[in-house]
Structures are given as structure tokens and as C-alpha cells.
């Protein structure tokens, strides 16, 4: 995969869209402000705003549930995705440190090309470019220059080959899946084992468990299991973007009956761990579909998140609750994790700044 980060002299401004940001007004002489993927802090002096990926106050750019569209023909797709983020501050910024979960991954079933990562203003030294504990790339910059303005743009070309075509009815007993995760002295457990654990937004709870038990009787096909998992969330929850925010987890969700792909991801993850199984949250890109007659709409499309499932013959097999189906060609993985808390796409430290909510905009679009 290639790529490079450079500074961009100006960039177009999109609808509001996706990104996280926590502000904390602090005490001392010079506020001192933190963006992160955390919930608001405790306290009632603290200022607080968030928004998730999957998350925002413009319904133009809310990912949703893509309208049918006509089969694709086989072979490769190639698309073209833009995703921009531009903080307007209300007080001037003296310090800032970023980290950035911008750059795609390559898979088996995805190969990135053109990657190219714009930051206005410049930052003051070279972009700091790493893998974290999931192999995600992770890029970290910073300001030490007064500066009112920031904007983000992370821009590239992906070739998305068809995914192979599973007999959901042909994979393991979901209790199989549950035993290879279990620990046995003397015997090597599979990656897959940490996927399993609880974590903050997907923990293991008895009633995510009981939510998810009667689809996985005895027996039943691990992936059959997960599918009608799948479309019960579908079905059941309603996609409202105003019903939660970026602290929701899953139990707060399922307790609302409503939320976002954010929440609708976090509560497959948390069900299926919950019965002993490992799962892990996928953040990316949807290609949607303008409504018939509309043209395509810059910085409209979304940014987005589904679940891959972990089964012992398959591998990871990808899931998408918000919108009933197999991840296939219109999806584009960015980066994956335990729950959003790992990929959030950009998360920092200033200080100044004020309120500032951050306005996103996606494009995806075929080559």
C-alpha cells in the first residue's frame, strides 16, 4: 500500500459529519482542552461535547441503511474515498497533539493505493507514522504555532475484490467457537482470543447474553447463529442519530431500543461475547445510493461501522447489523479494534481552542 502525509494549503469545507471530541475546561491560567474518544468527565465544571463516527448533526451525512441496489457484476470494484475534518475554533489554539486512525488497511479482499494525509496548518515537525497493538496505522502530529483553524483531509483509491460466497449453514457449532476460545494449558489459543474479552463499550453482561441465547441453540451453525443476530438487531433496533452519543455502550443502547452502526455494532459485539464467542468492531466506509433522480451529493456519503465475527473454519466473516447483510463491495475497511474507543479516526490534546464541533465530510465514489 502506499502513501504519504504532507500539508495542504486550504481544503473545501463538507456538511458535518464524523469525528470525536471530548473538550475539558480546566482551572488554570490557560485552558487547556483534550479531544478524545472517552465520555463526557465527571463534574460540573467541565465542558463537554462529542461526537462518534457514526454520529452527527446533519442528517445529510448520518450513515444509514443503503437502499437496495442492482447486483453487482463479479470481478474487482474500484472506489474513491475523501474524508475531511475541519475544526473552526472560537479562541486561538497554542498547543495541540493529534493522533490520527486515518489510513486504510490493506486485506485479503482490499488493496489501498494513493493514500494521501493533508493537514492545514503544517504541522511543526514531520508526521510520526506506527502500527498499534491491532496492526492499524496510526499517525501522530502537532502544533506548537498559534493556529484557529484545523483541517484534516485523508484521501485514496481502493480495489475491492468480491468476497467469497459462504454457506452460512455449513460453518462449525457455535460451541465449538466457544471451546477453542477457552484456555487449555499446553495449547496454543488463536488470535481471535482477545476479541472475546469484555471491553468498554462491548463488555459481557447477562443480559446481552440472554438478548442473543435463543438464536444460538444447541448446535446451530456458529455463522447461521450470528446472522439471525444480525437481523434481529436490524429489526428491533431503530436507527435514531439523536438517541445516543459517543459514551453510549451496549447495554445503554439495547435498554434504549435505538441508536446508530456505533451502537448497533457494539451490541452485536457485546451479545456474541457475552455467549463466549469473540467478535471485533470494524470502522470504515458505505457507498450509498442517492435517491432515484438526486444527483451524488460531495462529502454526503458515510463513514461507518459492522462487526466481523470470529469463526474456526472461515476466519473473521463480516457482518453488517445496521443493514442486514454480509459486508461486501460497498463497504471499505478503515481500521479495526475491540469497540470504536480503538479506532476512533481523530482524537487529541489542545490547549485554547474553546467550542469547536467538528464538521466532517465523506465521499465515496466508484472510479
Known amino acids: 500500500m502506499s502513501g504519504e502525509a504532507t500539508s495542504a494549503a486550504s481544503a473545501p469545507e463538507f456538511p458535518s459529519h464524523t469525528h470525536t471530541q471530548t473538550q475539558t475546561q480546566s482551572q488554570s491560567q490557560s485552558q487547556s482542552q483534550s479531544q478524545s474518544q472517552s465520555g463526557s468527565p465527571s463534574g460540573a465544571q467541565p465542558q463537554s461535547q462529542s461526537q462518534s463516527q457514526s454520529q452527527s448533526q446533519s442528517s445529510s451525512s448520518v450513515p444509514y441503511a443503503a437502499p437496495p441496489r442492482p447486483a453487482l457484476p463479479p470481478g474487482p470494484r474500484q472506489l474513491s474515498v475523501r474524508h475531511e ?125 440472554d438478548y442473543a441465547r435463543d438464536l444460538f441453540e444447541p448446535g446451530r451453525p456458529l455463522l447461521q447463529a450470528a446472522s439471525a443476530l444480525m437481523s434481529r438487531i436490524h429489526a428491533c433496533m431503530e436507527f435514531n442519530p439523536r438517541a445516543t452519543d459517543v459514551a453510549t455502550n451496549a447495554l445503554q443502547a439495547l435498554a434504549k431500543g435505538q441508536g446508530v452502526c456505533q451502537d448497533f455494532a457494539h451490541l ?28 451524488r451529493l460531495v462529502g454526503a456519503d458515510a463513514s461507518h461501522a459492522w462487526v466481523a ?29 475491540r469497540d470504536y474507543a480503538d479506532v476512533a479516526p481523530l482524537r487529541g490534546v489542545i490547549r485554547g481552542g474553546g467550542n469547536a464541533p467538528p464538521v466532517v465530510g465523506v465521499t465515496v465514489e466508484p472510479v
Open 268 to 295: 452485536m459485539i457485546g451479545a456474541m461475547r457475552s455467549l463466549g464467542l469473540a467478535a471485533r468492531y470494524v470502522s470504515g466506509y458505505l457507498l450509498t445510493q442517492p435517491p432515484p433522480g438526486q444527483p
Open 309 to 337: 465475527v470470529w469463526c474456526p473454519l472461515h476466519g473473521w466473516v463480516a457482518l453488517d447489523p445496521t443493514n442486514d447483510v454480509a459486508v461486501g463491495q460497498d463497504h471499505v475497511t478503515l481500521a479495526w479494534g
Open 85 to 209: 475534518t475541519r475544526y473552526d475554533y472560537d479562541r486561538p489554539v497554542e498547543v495541540a497533539h493529534h493522533s490520527a486512525w486515518l489510513r486504510p488497511r490493506d486485506t485479503e479482499l482490499q488493496q489501498v493505493s494513493r493514500w494521501r494525509l493533508e493537514i492545514d496548518p503544517q504541522p511543526d515537525a514531520a508526521v510520526q507514522q506506527s502500527r498499534d497493538a491491532f496492526g492499524n496505522w496510526r499517525h501522530g502530529f502537532s502544533h506548537a504555532r498559534v493556529h484557529e483553524t484545523l483541517t484534516v483531509v485523508s484521501s485514496f483509491q481502493v480495489r475491492l475484490a468480491p468476497p467469497p460466497r459462504l454457506d452460512m449453514a455449513a460453518s462449525p457449532p457455535w460451541e465449538e467457537a466457544v471451546q477453542a476460545l477457552r484456555y487449555r494449558a499446553g495449547l496454543t489459543q488463536p488470535d481471535a482470543v482477545e476479541f472475546g474479552l469484555p471491553s468498554h463499550f462491548a463488555p459481557r453482561d447477562a443480559l446481552l447474553a
